[in-house]
């Protein structure tokens, strides 16, 4: 199959509703031509039929709602087997990465290049399987899908010099619709992707390049004008189609917010609570989240359980609020402006990361707590002193974004040697991965979380250096 044809299809795509005493309950979306038929996934000889959720760029999204029992196999779909863990009990693995493709021309690098630690990931998966597959944001990089529309070329810098009409504006749609659907086709017709994600369900939350590169740190004039909103809208509507398989109609079902101002989600698997505050949907210039995200940050942990707090932005960071302080001193420094207020050590956003640190700590009273964290394209880790032990920040970031140079790793390394603490009696170490020296590692990378015999321990995936010695968590 070639590659233009295979961008056409894609799935299944297996998607973690939420998990019981019945076993899984998942849902698949498979994409295919627009007047190309679906036919039916199997579950023990029975078949199950599709239902069309959307109809876009000639393409159909079809969806399977369905549950696996503990101990089923998996599925059966078009003649080929999907085996999928289902007893999650014991041991128990999961998978963590981020920051999927990059920032200009991800489109036409070379698949194999590309996708090289996807093949790494798919061949663990084959040697012990993954139970989920968690994304930690910048799952496609759209920062170029606003090109080549007359209202859009020059944002977020220049702004339509007339107020645009409707039409234009759905014109615009349309044309970041097809923009958007080109990279979530590209990424999930890869062969090494398809083979993880039609076997290993996934859980996603968002960062900004899923919407645009610094979106909620830049300008409001920018985000806040027509085509900044129709931007997000329709980030946001292809996010929720190609990284949740849902439609609008659906978030109360699957987001813990209701009414769907922040997209943050929670679900429980046997001993180990995941959740994901959304860091976008609601961000400001000096906001981090508005009340619905703090509700779910900020609600209390289930006694005794690990729990893994997703922060797609790094939550444990080094004293960046220094670089903020003399940025303006060096000609070209402004323009990385929305970079530094997209963290939690902003000086814009202190008071958030105390009341965020203030959560986490409470959260560690009631059980380990280890923050997943990605964004900044390079593997890192970091502790926070708490009672009645630490919290862990494990970063794994840039499983497709190549590595940035070694002199800016060792630059952020610097930074976390002077510490950091901004809530009393809990100081913050940046520290190396195990194994390693530097405290930031310049090498694409994804995370490997096991539990063995009750124990939990993190593994990162080193592009050139291979695999860490375990971390107990």
Partial sequence: MTERSASRRAGPILHLRGHDAAGLRLAAIVIRPEHEACGPLRIDGNDHQPRRIATLEGLAVWRFDFRLAPGAPGYEFE????????????????????????????????????????????ALHDERPFAVLIQGGDQIYADEVTQGHPLSDGWPEDLPRRAPTEEDLEDLAAHLRAGFV????????SPAVAALMGRVPTLAVWDDHDICDGWGSLPEKATDSAVGRTLFRVAREMYLLFQHGAVEAEVAEIFVDPTGGNLGWERTLPGVTLRAPDLRSERRRRRVMGEAGWSLL???????????????????GPRLSLVEAVM??????????????????????????????????????????????????????????????????????????RAPPKGYARGLGWLGSLGEGPLSGHPIRILPLPGMRRRYVAERNFLVLERTGGAWSAVWQLEESGPTPPLAI
């Fill in 328 to 401: 303006w001193v060096w000609p070209g420094m402004q323009k990385y402006e929305d970079d530094l207020r997209d963290q939690w050590q902003s000086r814009a956003h202190r008071e958030d990361w105390k009341r965020a640190l203030r959560a986490v700590i409470g959260l560690r009273e009631a059980g380990p707590v280890t923050a997943l964290s990605g964004e900044i394209h390079l593997a890192t880790r970091a502790e926070m002193a708490a009672a009645p032990g630490p919290v862990h920040q494990l970063v794994a970031s840039g499983i497709a974004h």
């Fill in 79 to 122: 003649g080929e087997s999907f085996p999928v863990e289902t007893e999650l009990s014991d041991n128990l693995r999961l998978g963590f990465l981020s920051c999927n493709g990059e920032e200009i021309g991800d489109l036409d690098r070379d698949p194999a290049e590309r996708d090289a630690m996807w093949e790494r990931m798919r």
């Fill in 182 to 189: 080109r990279r979530y086709m590209r990424g999930l017709s």
């Fill in 298 to 316: 900020e609600r209390p942990a289930p006694e005794a359980e690990r729990m893994f707090l997703v922060s797609s932005v790094p939550l444990l």
